[in-house]
């Protein structure tokens, strides 16, 4: 990490999991232990819909912030079950995840649905945390760059550098999500390193130094603190180790310290 030059950030993403009862007690056990982050790192908790009202509640005045999982790329109107930008804002929301592998698996997203909820997030005032990856063949086709340049440019598509400068980039392979295998720091690494310099291709180096590019790929109490040594590796975005207070304020303190 290059804390000197862009923000750190630690996400965890819950996905579908927690009760209302179960969130507030995740959340009152993980206030307490990375409360020394503020300043350094920033601290993020990405939950369930259900979940956002008792999470701006509970952490009212401390420095973990909420994150949704999702947004919509229309203010209102006919979309049955989905949600907008500007109800995420009046709860008081920060951060959404957008384009999460598992959302792009089961739930049709594609390159062109994510860039319009990025536009539509980053107009309402929200951060997207814009999630790109490849899938295991690809990877085994030797096609990873070739995937991400791609995504990269079709999911920011039409963004300014401010706007970019505003979003976060999440590399998850969808060969290490949910699955127990990991990126080795160094292929974590190379692949960010390459999305920064796909950005300062579109933009400029500027621009580029400024993204915080988190690893999404079962980052773990275990394995965050060699990864995140890497100088291109910004954080993290955490899956089943954010269920687990002890496991997700290890990650949190290796950001801390790195």
């Not at 930008?85 to 995840?97: F, K, N, T, W």
């Not at 792009?104 to 860039?115: A, I, K, L, P, S």
């Not at 951060?127 to 990873?144: D, F, Q, S």
Request: with cysteine; charged share 20%.
């Amino acid at each position: 990490m290059n804390k000197a030059t862009r923000k750190a950030i630690i996400a965890g993403n819950w996905k579908m999991n927690n009760t209302r009862v179960e969130a507030k007690a995740l959340l009152e056990a993980i206030k307490p232990l990375v409360a020394n982050a503020e300043g350094n790192v920033e601290v993020i908790a990405c939950v369930p819909f259900t979940n956002l009202e008792t999470a701006m509640n509970v952490t009212a005045g401390s420095n973990v912030k909420i994150g949704a999982e999702n947004v919509h790329f229309a203010k209102s109107g006919a979309y049955t079950g989905e949600i907008s930008a500007d109800m995420l804002v009046e709860l008081g929301v920060e951060y959404v995840v957008i384009g999460h592998s598992e959302r792009r698996q089961y739930f049709g997203e594609t390159d062109e649905t994510v860039n319009k909820r990025t536009v539509a997030a980053l107009e309402a005032g929200l951060k997207p945390i814009v999630c790109v990856g490849e899938l295991k063949w690809e990877r085994e086709c030797n096609i990873t760059e070739e995937v991400i340049a791609r995504q990269i440019k079709l999911d920011l598509w039409s963004l300014t550098a401010e706007q970019v400068k505003n979003t976060v980039i999440a590399y998850e392979p969808v060969w290490a999500i949910g699955t127990g295998l990991t990126a080795t720091p160094d292929q974590a690494e190379e692949v960010c390193a390459f999305i920064r310099a796909q950005l300062a291709k579109l933009y400029d180096q500027a621009t580029a130094d400024a993204v915080t590019i988190q690893y999404g790929g079962s980052m773990n109490a275990a394995n965050a603190a060699e990864l995140l040594a890497k100088p291109n590796i910004d954080g993290g975005l955490i899956g089943g180790a954010s269920l687990k207070a002890a496991d997700f304020n290890t990650i949190v303190q290796a950001a801390v310290q790195g």
